[in-house]
């Protein structure tokens, strides 16, 4: 089943042939988004669709970010959410009357967006985690038949097990069914091959034997999410390919990069600084005042122990660079450190190339992006030896209470943040960390904290504590607005960021194998 | 056996002398081309191969790839690579990556691998730490291999496993088998993670949390954990020996009613082993712990429980060390390993380049009728190989299969 190479022509969705605004997809009103959409729209309408499915699409990454995925609360919080926006409250209706200007709408925006979201690494996991979520959530209000009739339409119905299978298989399917192991008996299962659902794989909710998965008829809906997920993600790839020709359209390429931008807000990624200079003797003391909790703790077990491994010194290194630490103060900075416990030609030799290289002076020369919050929670978790990671996330909860203690935090400080981590909402605990160790009384100032970066954490509190310098630019980080934010788009990062990370290992994680067993 | 007598102090200097003598006449140019090719059923695997070699002086060179056999053999004997590498399966030939435009050139496919690393475990063993290993902390590399080469082949189904020392302190799994090559990204993932048990960083101790029931393939684990447990952690590690690891172990606990019973009656000094005082640990807890179902086998797992380096199997890009490179530290060759034959593998035994070429020089002045044998065979490479071969008779069995299926014309799915 290869869905392959039929997104080449997506380029065209803005300027193909006239033709009557046509949609002949009858059927379901969800769809895999596999035939890119023909037929011509005005530069207005790209854009609107554009900016309403965005608005969609951050309504999903609010939800998720504030409330634990699948609850209830989450549930009900995502479906007002879209519902305010006005795609999204079309997008959860499931009544089955045939709205053709609605699927025009759905499928015309998603392909735009995968176009403006295609170019980097960053953006493109972005786009298909929101995507996919969507996907997910619109698919499980869909009533049993509707669901059947999409697998059916799709070439995904299973044939269930037979009975006597399923009673020979009782107590494995039992012991991998978790907390429903309940309704094993009343629900039927399908076999498929482990490759067609992933997430139960990886999540091991589900009994594997011999490369064929036990499926219940409840998780069908990760067939659907897996052929989904490879499919957008090949289709990303050919689209990045196919990106080139677009620049020859002036009018087109300005607008995707500005729409791109505007999830990210700023990447922190400046070439000038937005403090001014800092210099490899002020870490230290700026690292005790405005450094988030993450970026201390990084930065204490650095001066403790002399090394830092290789998660720790990109999070660590890529956050350093973004506050406005140079190649050259960054070089003496990590070489005073590590070689008190080893020798200069050593830290040359091993370390000194990944330095240069995270400020694109090596290997392919990208200029790398500093971790946004989002990035450090959800990819790359620590492991033992580790001490990179989001503090509210990967910490113990009694550990962190602790930490926070230990930093004279109060007890009712330290209790509401310990609540925040325990409900999930892992970057609304840091706001409340930066409230508290900022001082932050006045109830209309912590209503505008809002924590969705390291950098931004940084500038926020150099700010409060410096008073704005001028020249800054303000940090935009309000999620619930968009706000349009009008830069250049040639800048030297854009640019490189355009032809790498397609494939899936960059020279980063190459310097991380050669530091292996050597 | 030659060079029995005497045990071989491996020179990290004389390797530049050793190197082309062992390239020359020792490195199974032959099986290792076999493996690789896959029978030429998917073309042009061989030559779309990347490998990249780490020269001496710690010049690094990536994107190689040689058309056949004869190439191979001749720009490694020409190169004495202190390191080899092997990547993923390109659209084009590596070697002439810069005249395609970048986003033409795509890792297409490898075989899924594992790492697992003796310095990860650095937490959990208390007889050597980072590089180093011994005969203490040896058995967690056999009980990785065990639980993981039962995963693999009940769970997913593979039947191609390729295991292999990396010459120093941990192991390597190549699951060759064409769904695990062709895996995506995402997919490499999800079997890493299925596979991972062991979560958290420096700030969370207890790294283990079991839900109930116990998911099959776990149940399977600790089934495999059990048989060596006792053997390992208490008499080998020690693990419950003093009141500092015996503090490490109790951290894991979480219903404080019961460890403060436990510290309170100062249990475990009314025994006088680790061993004893584990059994009044699981016997106590199975009775009396309510909120804390399987602390026993929360503490097995942190113990013992495989750690992948799940970042070295994600990435279908991702290089991995080659079998049968000698480790430059070590002197010892990266020597398959029978999975079915752990207990019989020790890795101080594992033979070092000086060794086997001074068995050469010993063996050849002796043997003058077997002039047909290949020289690994004359030396303690020759296990080794049996290992490789046995591995590769039955992969030549999959294409053979392949082939008659392509003969017959048949549609893929």
Redesign the interface.
């Known amino acids: ?1 290869d869905f392959a190479g039929n997104t080449a022509n997506s380029k065209k969705s803005g300027r193909s042939t006239r033709n009557k605004k046509q949609f002949n997809r009858v059927g379901h009103n969800l769809q895999f988004y596999k035939i890119p959409p023909t037929g011509e729209i005005s530069l207005q309408e790209f854009e609107e669709y554009a900016i309403d499915r965005l608005k969609v699409l951050k309504a999903v990454e609010v939800a998720g970010i504030r409330l634990m995925k699948g609850s209830n609360e989450y549930t009900q919080k995502l479906q007002d959410e879209l519902k305010k926006t006005s795609l999204g409250h079309d997008l959860i209706r499931i009544d089955k009357k045939e709205d053709k200007d609605f699927r025009q709408k759905d499928l015309v925006s998603h392909f735009i967006l995968r176009l403006a979201y295609c170019r980097s690494e960053e953006l493109r996991r972005w786009f298909m985690q929101q995507e996919l979520e969507l996907f997910r959530f619109r698919f499980l209000r869909e009533g049993s038949d509707s669901r059947d009739e999409f697998l059916r339409e799709n070439c995904l119905n299973y044939e269930p097990i037979s009975d006597d299978l399923k009673t020979e298989l009782d107590a ?1 399917l ?6 429903k ?1 309940g309704v094993v008996d009343t629900i039927e299962y399908f076999k498929v091959p ?2 067609e659902v ?2 139960l ?4 909710k589900v ?6 998965a036990y499926v219940s008829r409840d998780d069908m809906i990760s067939i659907v999410i ?1 052929h989904y ?2 499919h957008l ?1 090949h289709s990303l790839a050919v689209t ?2 196919a990106l ?1 020709h677009l620049e020859e359209d002036g009018r087109l390429l300005p607008m995707l990069c500005g729409l791109s931008k505007r999830y990210l807000g700023q990447d922190f990624n400046a070439k000038k600084s937005n403090v001014g200079e800092i210099t490899a003797d002020m870490i230290e003391m700026l690292s005790k005042k405005s450094f988030p909790l993450c970026m201390q ?1 990084l930065h204490q ?1 650095l001066r403790q122990n002399h090394h830092l491994r290789h998660g720790g010194r990109q999070q660590y290194g890529l956050f350093l660079k973004g506050i406005g630490v140079s190649l050259e103060e960054a070089m003496r900075f990590w070489r005073t450190e590590f070689c008190k416990a080893m020798d200069v030609d050593k830290f040359d ?1 091993q370390y000194s190339y990944n330095i240069r290289h995270n400020y694109g002076k090596e290997g392919k020369r990208t200029n790398y992006t500093p971790y946004s919050c989002m990035k450090i929670i959800t990819t ?10 989001c ?1 509210f996330k ?3 909860v009694d ?2 209470a602790q930490k926070l203690r230990g930093q004279h935090i109060s007890k009712d400080n330290v209790e509401k943040i310990t609540k925040c981590v325990k409900t999930g909402h892992y970057q609304i605990a840091c706001a409340q960390y930066f409230e508290a160790t900022h001082n932050i009384r006045n109830p209309e100032d912590s209503a505008s904290i809002n924590i969705n970066h390291p950098n931004g954490y940084f500038l926020d509190s150099y700010k409060l504590l410096n008073g704005p310098k001028e020249g800054t630019k303000p940090v935009p980080n309000t999620p619930k607005v968009i706000k349009v934010k009008v830069e250049g788009t040639g800048t030297p990062s854009s640019q490189t960021n355009k ?1 790498s990370d ?4 960059d020279d980063d ?2 310097i ?3 530091e ?3 | 056996m030659p060079g029995e007598e005497k045990e071989h102090v491996y020179d990290a200097a004389s390797l530049p002398d050793l190197l082309p003598i062992y390239y020359k006449r020792l490195f199974p140019y032959g099986p290792y081309f076999k493996w690789l090719n896959y029978g030429g059923v998917p073309k042009n695997y061989f030559c779309n191969r990347e490998f990249s070699f ?1 020269l001496k002086d ?1 010049v ?1 060179i ?1 994107y190689q790839s040689f058309s056949d056999q004869q190439e191979l053999e001749k720009e490694i004997q020409k190169r004495c690579p202190y ?1 080899i ?1 092997i990547g993923a399966v390109f659209t084009h030939r590596p070697k002439d990556h810069k005249t395609v435009k ?3 050139f ?2 297409q496919e490898k075989e899924l691998v594992f ?1 697992i ?1 003796m ?5 959990v063993r208390f007889c050597c730490s980072g590089a180093d290993i011994c005969p203490k902390c040896w058995p967690l590399m056999q009980i990785a291999i065990k639980i993981v080469n039962r995963a693999l082949r ?5 039947k191609h496993l390729f295991w292999v020392y ?5 192991i390597h799994c190549w699951v060759c088998d064409e ?1 695990a090559r062709k ?5 490499r ?3 890493a ?2 596979l991972s048990v ?10 283990v949390a079991l ?1 109930s ?7 399977k684990a600790i089934e495999i954990i059990e048989e060596r447990f006792v053997s390992y952690a208490a008499d080998k590690q020690d693990f419950l020996g003093d009141e500092e690891k015996q503090k490490k172990v109790m951290a894991m606990c979480t219903e404080e009613g019961f460890k403060d019973m436990w510290e309170r009656k100062d249990v475990f000094n009314r025994f006088d082993s680790s061993n004893k005082r584990w059994q009044a640990l699981c016997k106590k807890s199975e009775e009396t712990l309510e909120s804390q179902k399987y602390l026993k086998e929360e503490i097995m797992l942190q113990y013992v429980y495989p ?1 992948l ?4 199997s ?8 080659s079998p049968f490179c000698v ?3 070590t002197g010892r060759v990266c020597v398959p390993i029978d999975p079915d034959n752990i207990d019989s593998f020790d890795p101080f035994k594992v033979p070092t380049i000086s060794a086997i070429i001074e068995e050469l020089n010993t063996t050849e002045s002796k043997d003058e009728d077997g002039k047909k044998i290949k020289d690994y065979k004359k030396t303690s490479l020759a296990g080794s190989m049996a290992v490789f071969e046995k591995f590769l008779i039955s992969l030549e069995n999959s294409w053979k299969g392949k082939k008659l299926e392509e003969s017959d014309k048949k549609m893929e ?1």
């Open positions: 089943m494995e039992r012991a991998a069914a978790g907390n192991s482990f490759t992933f997430d794989v990886s999540k091991r009994y594997l034997e011999d490369g064929y897996t997920r490879s993600s990045t390919r080139p703790q077990s030799k790359n978790p620590p492991g033992p030896g580790d001490f990179h990671g503090p990967h910490m113990e550990m962190l032809q397609l494939n899936d290992m994680d190459l991380a194998s050669m292996t067993d050597m | 780490t710690d690094y990536r390191k590498d970048p986003a033409a795509q890792a790492d690393d310095t990860d475990y650095d937490d009940e769970d997913f189904g593979f990396s010459g120093r302190r941990g769904t895996l995506s990204q995402t997919g993932s999800a079997i993670e299925y062991v979560k958290g960083g420096e700030n969370q101790t207890k790294k839900e029931p116990i998911h099959p393939s776990i149940r750690r380096d799940v970042n070295v994600k990435g279908v890009n991702h290089l991995l060390k480790h430059p530290k799915f």
